[in-house]
């Protein structure tokens, strides 16, 4: 059982906690931001029966344990916030207006094969819109597409692997396009195998440069409501990386409250129909 008292968080530990967490996942926490993070981190404490949040800090800094509780707590810390069909207006410049220019710019390359990369997917919904968009977009006899899908967390790439969602994840399904991709069960649906079959999930935290360069070349990057949470230096280096990953005109697309204003100016600011998004031109 745990004990309702509050443990305490020095000013001097959540400053050591913060910035643990923005070392290793780019999450920035402010100064003002100390209840929330004690609010969150006070199980994790208690289920290791520490007295206080040092002896907690000290166990993720030194524990032989210290990689997977580093994981758990980012895991508490971060938002995993999702649903399907997030944004119709951008994701309709994607299916209507995107992927027709892409097609065309493949066939004028002798290839078939379009990547999408899904940068901070959560528990998969975004990563699946974009498969079922493809499909309803009928292109498929022409091209294949490949999404590939990331996250910092192994808890929603468990999830997303496994494909079941429950009703906050349809908030803004049609009926129409639960009954074609998933597969109605007790408690909720699963996607059906001919969307997950578009779909790779993998591990990757964004700030790692090292490990991007086992990264293919993209054609779209969605990365949206992730660098939202992360400071200035952090989201200039996870969109510099987007920029060396994508293709010559290739496209970044970020969720709607996010923009590259004082970010990055390498990207061409793109005016469609349905949205506005960035592509990256090379003159
Ligand atoms: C709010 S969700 C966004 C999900 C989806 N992109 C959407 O817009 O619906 C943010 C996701 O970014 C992930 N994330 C946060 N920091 C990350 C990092 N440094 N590397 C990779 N993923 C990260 C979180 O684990 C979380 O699942």
Redesign the pocket.
């Given at each position: 059982m745990f004990n309702d008292e509050p443990i305490e968080l020095s000013d001097e530990i959540f400053k050591l906690l913060k910035d643990l967490i923005y070392k290793s996942?780019?999450?920035w926490f402010d100064e003002n931001s100390k209840d929330i993070l004690r609010m969150r981190l006070t199980n994790s404490v208690q289920r290791h029966q520490f007295k206080s949040f040092k002896d907690y800090y000290y166990f993720l800094r030194y524990d032989r344990e210290k990689d997977a509780e580093l994981a758990s707590l980012?895991?508490i810390v971060?938002?995993?916030?999702?649903?399907f069909f997030?944004e119709m207006p951008q994701l309709k410049a994607f299916s209507e207006e995107i992927l027709p220019e892409i097609i065309d710019i493949k066939k004028k390359e002798g290839s078939k094969d379009i990547k999408i990369w899904?940068?901070?997917?959560?528990t998969g919904?975004?990563a699946y819109t974009i498969a079922m968009l493809f499909l309803e977009s009928k292109m498929f006899n022409n091209v294949n597409i490949e999404v590939f899908a990331?996250?910092?967390?192994h808890r929603?790439l468990h999830s997303a692997r496994k494909g079941f969602y429950q009703k906050h994840s349809f908030r803004t399904t049609d009926s129409e396009m639960i009954a074609k991709y998933f597969i109605q069960e007790e408690n909720g649906c699963k996607i059906s195998d001919k969307v997950k079959e578009k779909v790779n999930f993998g591990y990757?935290?964004?700030?790692d440069s090292d490990k991007s360069a086992f990264i293919n070349r993209m054609d779209v990057i969605?990365?949206?409501?992730?660098i939202i949470?992360f400071d200035m230096p952090a989201k200039k280096k996870v969109i510099e990386m987007f920029y060396e990953k994508l293709s010559n005109l290739g496209f970044l697309l970020l969720?709607h409250s996010e923009s590259l204003i004082n970010i990055s100016t390498a990207f061409t600011l793109r005016h469609f129909k349905n949205d506005m998004v960035y592509q990256k031109i090379v003159k």
């Open positions: 996942s780019g999450v980012l895991d971060t938002n995993h916030e999702t649903y997030r899904s940068a901070g997917c959560s919904e975004e990331t996250d910092i967390s929603v990757f935290n964004l700030l969605f990365c949206r409501n992730v949470y969720g």
